[in-house]
Nanobody
Framework: QLVESGGGSVQAGESLRLSCAAS????????MAWFRQAPGKEREGVAC???????????YYADSVAGRFTISKDNAKNTLYLQMNSLKPEDTAMYYC????????????WGQGTQVTVS
């Protein structure tokens, strides 16, 4: 089970940190990612991180957020994070965390989402 938190309404240029608490599986063993979906738009990948120790695991970012967002996880807390800096109005969306075992093509576990609104 994945439960996101940390969303909210902020002004452009401000920061937010999203959290995704996992239960039932260790985040260290999973590939994890953040997705977002804005009204009327398709869901898009934002960032992902491979399985590994805290501070480890390769990370990947969408071009639209590279340099502003940072994905990380704390294995001791079994939690995934997304630090979002220099937020823009176009970052407004529902943000979802997702997880999968490495051999699967599709993400198999999804959170309920947390809303981020930037004005």
């Amino acid at each position: 089970q994945l439960v996101e938190s940390g969303g909210g309404s902020v002004q452009a240029g401000e920061s937010l940190r999203l959290s995704c608490a996992a239960s039932g599986s260790a985040v260290s063993n999973l590939y994890m990612a953040w997705f977002r979906q804005a009204p009327g738009k398709e869901r898009e990948g934002v960032a992902c991180i491979q399985s590994g120790s805290t501070g480890g695991g390769r990370t990947y970012y969408a071009d639209s957020v590279a340099g502003r967002f940072t994905i990380s996880k704390d294995n001791a807390k079994n939690t995934l994070y997304l630090q979002m800096n220099s937020l823009k109005p176009e970052d407004t969306a529902m943000y979802y965390c997702a997880a999968k075992r490495c051999w699967l093509r599709e993400y198999e576990y999804w959170g309920q989402g947390t809303q981020v609104t930037v004005s």
